[in-house]
Each structure stands twice: as C-alpha cells, then as structure tokens.
C-alpha cells in the first residue's frame, strides 16, 4: 500500500483504505484483482509525473488551450456538422441558471420550471417542423438518426434500411454501428451533377423488406433535395417509412419534411443557439406525429401539460413513462441515460426569441451570403463555386480539380492568411476529386466572403 496521497484521487489516505479493505474482506488492494492472470498483471513502474498543485496545473492547461487557434480569431467558412451562428447573450444566460444547470433531469425534487421549460422547448420544435410530437433531447444528431431508425424497425418489424451515399459519413457510422446487428444497410447512389438520391436506385433497391429510407435535407453535402416527394412515395408504395434529417435553422425558407411525407424527423439542435465548443455541446432531436404507434416507440422522455387537482391550474410532467428504460430498465427499447436536455432549454430560448419572423429573415440572409459566395468563387479562374447545379443551403461544393492543386495545399494557404477553409472531401468522397465543403451563414459579411475570395485566388496563382 502506497503512503504517497495524491491530491486528486479520493480516498488515498493510507488509514481510510485501510478501512475500507477491511469493511470488503481483504488485505490490500492486490487482492481486489484476484482472478486475473498473472502474465496480464503491470509488473514494472509506470511513468507518472509528479503531480502539481492547483496553480501549477491550472498554468499548463491554461498553456496547452492557448495552443489552441479559434474561429474568434481566425475568419471561419469550416462546416461539415458544427456550425458557426450567431448566439444571443440571452441563451447563455438562461442555460447558466442554477436552476437549469444543476438540476440532474428535472426530478420533482429539484424541479424549478425545468418540466416547464423543455415542454416549451418540444412545443416550438414541433411548431418548426410541424409535427406534434418531440422528444427531449438525444447527444447529437448522429444518435437522434440512429434512433429515429431503430423506431421505424420496430414499428415495421423490418429491417433493411435505405439512405443515399450523400449522408453524413460520421452520422451513417453512427446508424450503422448503433443499428448493428439489428439493421441492415444498403446505400443508394447520387447524382454526380445535381448531388439528388438516383431515384431509379432507389426502386431497384426498396422492397417489401424495407423498414424505412432515411435521407438528409439540407444534405451533408449542402444541395437541397428537391425529390422528397417522389421518394416518399416510393417508400410508401413499398409500406417502408420515411426518416429525413434536417438542419433545423434552414426552415425559416425550407418546407419541412412533414410536407413532403416525412413519417419520422430527426435533426441537429446545435444551430439554435450552441457554440461550437470545439464540435462538442451538441444535441439532437426526433419529432413525429401524434400517433401513439409512433409515440410508444421513442425510448426517451417526453413532456405534457396536464390540468390539476387545482380548478385554472396546469402542470407539466412525463408522458407515457412506462415506454421508457427509466421504467423497464434492461428490458426496455433502448437504454437512455444523462442526456442533454440543457441544450433542449437553450434551444428553446433560442427559438422564442427569433420567432418564425425571424427565423425567415435569418434563412434569407444565410441564403443570399451562399449564392454571393458561389457567384464570387466562381468568378476565380479553374474553380468551381458549386460542383453540384442543385439549389444549396449554407453549405456548397467548391472544385478545385482544374487548378492543379489540392484541398490540403490551399487550406495551408489560407491559413497564412488567418482563414479557415472548407472541408478536405477528397477522402470522404473519391470520386468528387479535390473538393472542398465551405460553409457560409449569417455571421459572414459580403466584406469576409470578398476576403475569402481574394486569399484563393492568390493561393492559385502561388
């Protein structure tokens, strides 16, 4: 037993363990790990620095993070699944209340509003993609689409899932490794020049063994896809149901994908009001109707309005509780554990302070900052402003494929001059060649994208 206590680690004072050994039946630590081969047992000493105190520690992290370049500093047009938006002061200041931040899942021990305050936020998602239902918030969308998908195999009793190859390849990851080995997917070609699902594909693949089709709108890859209606019913015709993931910021000026036959959505929330956070501080949502085939499917908590025993008085607590693991434990649907409903809140605020007049005007923006960015892009010699001609949103496919250079040389350049550049898609997507995936909203000024547009063609011309 070791006589050095470290400052960090509970419970090393020599006298507690003791104790603690003794209260379990043993002599020393070695002995909790009786059972364990010998030759799997680290004999010699590990390389463990001395541990520093408070100050010391609190100056090497401080050290290792100003390391660190950020979007405040560098102009940035980086997208692919974590956006730069704009964030009002309000939603920092409302998901920093004690009430919020500290509150476990809003028990009725510690609830102060916190039922109130997601029912409101599932209302306004609801109202944005016009659908009843909404769940409190999964991690991220990649877990929200996995999840969304395993819903439609259990209400099918199918299996097989379709989604285009323009899906998110992190997200498609997700599905496959959450869904495995319960689902089984296939992949349907795109289009090489609109980026649009191959409908023709699609038939050929779809049969009666197909739970649903999942497709995103906005696609990973920036194009809208204009088809939602023709694959809708040809899912239908099959009985599979349909899934679209969607960027939620995008329906100010975008139908949403009820309109278009959408039986389960699914989406990212980091838009409505999270900062980047280094790609963390994510959350995800799924919306449907209310159908209860539907609603007794979803494995997370969902919030109601209920009156009370009180005449003119509501409350607002679980709906359907007994669906959930919190209630079956291991025999339920999925298990569902500390999720994010802190960004659910924020997401809310978020929502009622721009409201859908807003929302509208801030879709608007984003839109005519992309086609000023394509128009421009275009205009330098041997880029492509949009590989695909398909109607874009936020984000585009710059081909860099004439210039003779690669994303990885011209991101370097732009770094020189304090930008960040599109994704690198050159792995991702062979077949696209040297293609960046840029990302414009409605932080970025005709003066940046000008900005944008001159550090390229510099960094063509060498």
């Known amino acids: 037993m070791t006589n050095k206590v470290h400052p960090y680690i509970p419970n090393m004072v020599p006298e507690i363990q003791g104790e603690m050994l003794k209260e379990v039946g043993v002599d020393s630590v070695m002995d909790l790990f009786e059972g364990i081969p010998e030759e799997l047992h680290f004999k010699g000493e590990m390389n463990i620095p001395e541990a520093l105190n408070e100050f010391e520690l609190r100056r090497h992290i401080e050290g290792l993070l100003n390391k660190n370049v950020s979007a405040n500093e560098f102009l940035n047009f980086l997208g692919a699944g974590c956006w730069q938006h704009f964030i009002p002061a309000v939603c920092d200041e409302i998901n920093q209340r004690s009430e919020f931040l500290t509150a476990y899942a809003g028990e009725p021990y510690d609830d102060h509003g916190r039922y109130q305050t997601l029912f409101e936020y599932q209302s306004l998602v609801a109202e944005l993609v016009d659908m009843d239902v909404v769940n409190v918030p999964t991690f991220d969308w990649g877990q929200a689409a996995a999840t969304a998908l395993r819903m439609a195999s259990r209400i099918t009793k199918k299996t097989k899932i379709l989604m285009p190859k323009t899906v998110a390849p992190e997200r498609a990851k997700i599905i496959t490794n959450y869904g495995s080995p319960h689902l089984d997917i296939e992949f349907i070609d795109f289009d090489g020049k609109t980026g649009l699902l191959v409908l023709e594909d699609l038939k050929n693949k779809i049969s009666e063994e197909t739970a649903a089709i999942y497709f995103e709108n906005p696609s990973y ?119 994010t409903a802190l960004w659910g809140i924020t997401a809310g605020v978020y929502l009622s302070l721009v409201g859908p007049e807003g929302m509208h005007e801030l879709g608007q923006t984003i839109m005519q900052n992309t086609q000023y960015a394509i128009q421009q892009i275009s205009s330098i010699p041997g880029v492509k402003g949009s590989r695909f001609n398909s109607p874009v949103f936020k984000e585009f496919v710059v081909d860099f494929n004439e210039t003779g250079l690669t994303v990885k040389q011209v991101n370097k350049k732009l770094l020189e001059q304090q930008i960040f550049g599109g994704k690198d898609l050159s792995e991702e997507y062979p077949e696209l060649g040297q293609t960046a995936l840029f990302c414009v909203t409605e932080i970025h000024t005709k003066e940046d994208i000008d900005r944008l547009v001159q550090a390229i063609g510099d960094a063509i011309k060498g």
Not at 232 to 260: M, N, Q, R
Not at 293 to 320: A, C, H, M, N
Not at 321 to 332: H, M, P, Q
């Open 221 to 339: 890859l920036g194009f809208i896809e204009s088809q939602g209606e023709e694959i809708s019913e040809i899912a239908k015709a099959s009985g599979a149901l349909v899934v679209v993931g969607v960027d939620p910021i995008s329906l100010g000026v975008l139908a949403p994908p009820s309109h278009y036959g959408a039986d389960i959505i699914c989406g990212d929330l980091q838009p409505l009001g999270m900062h980047m956070n280094y790609s963390g501080g994510q959350a995800g949502f799924i919306a449907t109707h209310d159908d209860e085939t539907f609603v007794q499917e979803y494995p997370s908590r969902l919030f109601g309005i209920i009156p009370t025993v009180k005449e003119g008085e509501y409350g607002f607590g679980d709906v359907f509780y007994d669906r959930t693991s919190f209630a079956l434990r291991e025999k339920g649907k999925e298990s569902v554990g500390t999720q």
